[in-house]
């Protein structure tokens, strides 16, 4: 399987359905984050289908240790995904897009972040995406 994340304003879609993404490709903001979206766009292999695929997602910070939230809970989800038979085109594999969407106001302290996503099934795998945040009032300007 392949798997890539990107962080994005506002997303929506789902399995056997097209992406629709504003704002997508960011790696820059400011603190305290506005609402925005993971979206982790996968791509079966054919040996997935007719699998349970199951992801775990956190956030880390630039030390690699779990973000906590306000309550002082990881900020992080389990995902499963069924790859179905029917679904798929062993010629032509699908992508899935599965949103995560974050609630506004995370106060982060400015540094580097990432986003990191796991699977038992491929347990040498980790996917990630890092991103900066910035002191409150500093101009965003993407690379």
Known sequence: MRL?????????????????????????????????????????SVDDLGNRLKFDVRLLDHAGQPVLDNSGDDISAHVEFDVD??????????????????????????????????????PDEIWHRSFEVLEPGVEVAQP
């Open 4 to 44: 890539f994340i990107q962080l994005a304003d506002y997303a929506q879609g789902g399995a056997g359905q097209k992406l629709n993404a504003i704002g997508l490709g960011w790696t820059r903001t400011t603190t305290p984050l506005q609402a925005h979206v993971v979206v982790i766009t996968l791509e079966p």
């Open 85 to 122: 038979l029917q679904q798929f085109d062993r010629r032509i594999p699908g992508l899935t897009p599965i949103i995560l969407g974050i609630e506004r106001g995370l106060p982060l302290v400015p540094g580097i972040y990432r986003w990191e996503v796991t699977s038992t099934e491929s």
